[in-house]
């Protein structure tokens, strides 16, 4: 079994905990930008540590820092901030798995972006995969009472939220494998952990200053809710990690492709922890975006 594989596994997981116990920091404590910032601020100096401590352990020389490497860190951090809020934002409008599904576009899209980005190879069965995909999107864009699904009822709030995540996510995605692949470095895991350490870094510092200026109080809020939010950060950190890795060692859409396991993860999570309800609609809707994606594994 190839590396990337099991790491891409691991980075589901962590990160279907990590969008649990934001849920629950965005229901009760926090804002959306709060929530988000959460992410980053407790791991972020973790992060690090780690990542400097391991560079000097192997005595590995850090590389230059390209303008291609920043301006790609730039944009990724900036897509994944705003796809974040999108998420936590969603968990207001629908419930977990459906939300969570929501965002899963994004292999879709990190498809079509990685391919016109980075020139990423695309098949005729991709294209038909991700075809399939956007019928399952489509399912899932309809508000869970409607009973005939019209054109004009997949325009919603929700779905708008889900599909800009999925985008966002995308560019992320593309970004961060574009800057861990421009550094002149032979280890995966020196490329990765300085590309997350960069990303991270400069997200909580853009965080602290937004909501400073547009949220007074919610980065005290972010403190005040530490025995919580710090799981949330190291969740972050494990999984943003392990994606990174991935990335470094495959294609960013084959890895985005087999993270949709996270589905799997979310459903339970959705029913059996969160006690939710799940349409027989929004359950095929799912089932089709799934089938799509592995799909994409096969053919990629």
Same mark, same amino acid.
């Given at each position: 079994?190839?590396?990337? %594989? ?7 997981? =962590? ?27 407790? #791991?972020?100096?973790?992060?690090? &540590?780690?990542? &400097? ?12 820092? #390209?303008? !291609? $490497? ?11 901030? $705003? ?7 969603? =968990? ?10 929501? !965002? !899963? ?21 991709? %294209? ?74 400069? /997200? ?13 109080? /919610? &980065? ?20 943003? =990690?392990?994606?990174?890795?991935? $990335?470094?060692? /495959?294609?960013?859409?084959?890895? !985005? ?16 922890? =969160?006690?939710?309800?799940? #349409? ?21």
């Amino acid at each position: 079994m190839s590396l990337w %594989i099991p790491i891409t596994i691991a980075a589901a997981l =962590f990160q279907t905990v990590r969008f649990m116990l934001q849920r629950q920091l965005s229901l009760s404590k926090l804002s959306a930008g709060g929530a988000t910032l959460a992410r980053f601020m407790y #791991s972020s100096p973790l992060i690090v &540590v780690l990542i &400097v401590g391991y560079v000097q352990l192997i005595g590995e020389p850090l590389p230059n820092f #390209s303008v !291609k $490497f920043w301006i790609y860190c730039s944009v990724g951090g900036v897509a994944q901030i $705003f796809a974040t809020i999108c998420v936590v934002s969603l =968990f207001h409008e629908r419930n977990f798995a459906v939300g969570i599904t929501f !965002k !899963k576009s994004e292999s879709i899209i990190a498809l079509l972006i990685g391919w016109l980005i980075l020139g990423d190879s695309v098949g005729s069965w991709a %294209i038909a995969a991700v075809g399939f995909g956007v019928v399952g999107v489509l399912m899932l864009s309809a508000p869970p009472d409607l009973v005939h699904i019209r054109l004009g009822n997949l325009v919603n709030r929700a779905s708008g939220l889900g599909l800009a995540s999925g985008l966002l996510f995308a560019v992320s995605a593309v970004s961060y494998r574009g800057a861990s692949l421009s550094l002149d470095v032979s280890d995966p895991i020196v490329r990765a952990g300085l590309t997350l350490a960069v990303v991270t870094v400069m /997200q909580t510092f853009a965080m602290i200053i937004w909501l400073r200026l547009r949220e007074p109080g /919610q &980065v005290s809020a972010v403190w005040n809710a530490r025995h919580v939010a710090v799981w949330v950060g190291l969740m972050s950190m494990a999984g943003s =990690f392990c994606w990174f890795l991935a $990335f470094t060692l /495959q294609n960013a859409a084959l890895v !985005k492709a087999l993270g949709q396991v996270e589905l799997i993860f979310t459903a339970v999570v959705s029913v059996f922890i =969160f006690r939710e309800s799940v #349409s027989g609609r929004e359950w095929l809707g799912m089932l089709v975006l799934l089938a799509s994606i592995l799909s994409l594994i096969f053919v990629l």
